[in-house]
């Protein structure tokens, strides 16, 4: 539950958001605690976790129990449930050239500009 990379949006209240990740990390566990007894069959999107009046937070968790949290303005109307699983499942593909590279130590922060690059290309094309 230690925060690998976080992308915040600019004028956006960063305090506030790392808040709802790390909310969102303990909801995730929970979920995944539930849903543990099959681990092979489980969905590894897991939806809406929590809305707010200001913000709807999604997740996603890996086979390796990495997770993904997406916070989104609760007024974004433009988002389904369908481009939020694919925006998952790019930033997963993106997650894995990243830590497959032989220069990445597990379990340090994300540093590349081109997962930079590419978190960035994902939220402007949506």
């Known amino acids: 539950n230690s925060p690998l990379y976080v992308w915040v949006g600019s004028g956006r209240e960063e305090l506030h958001l790392h808040y709802l990740a790390h909310t969102a990390l303990d909801v995730i566990q929970e979920k995944v605690a539930a849903v543990s007894k099959t681990p092979d069959t489980r969905e590894l ?5 929590y809305a707010s009046e200001e913000y709807k937070v999604f997740g996603y968790t890996t086979n390796t129990r990495i997770k993904f949290v997406i916070i989104t303005d609760a007024g974004n109307t433009i988002l389904r449930d369908n481009e939020i699983r694919m925006m998952f499942r790019r930033l997963h593909n993106m997650y894995t050239n990243v830590v ?7 379990g340090e922060q994300i540093t590349s500009r081109e997962f930079d690059n590419g978190v960035v290309a994902l939220v402007a094309g949506n």
């Open 45 to 49: 999107y897991l939806g809406l976790l």
């Open 100 to 106: 497959c590279n032989p220069f990445y130590i597990p």
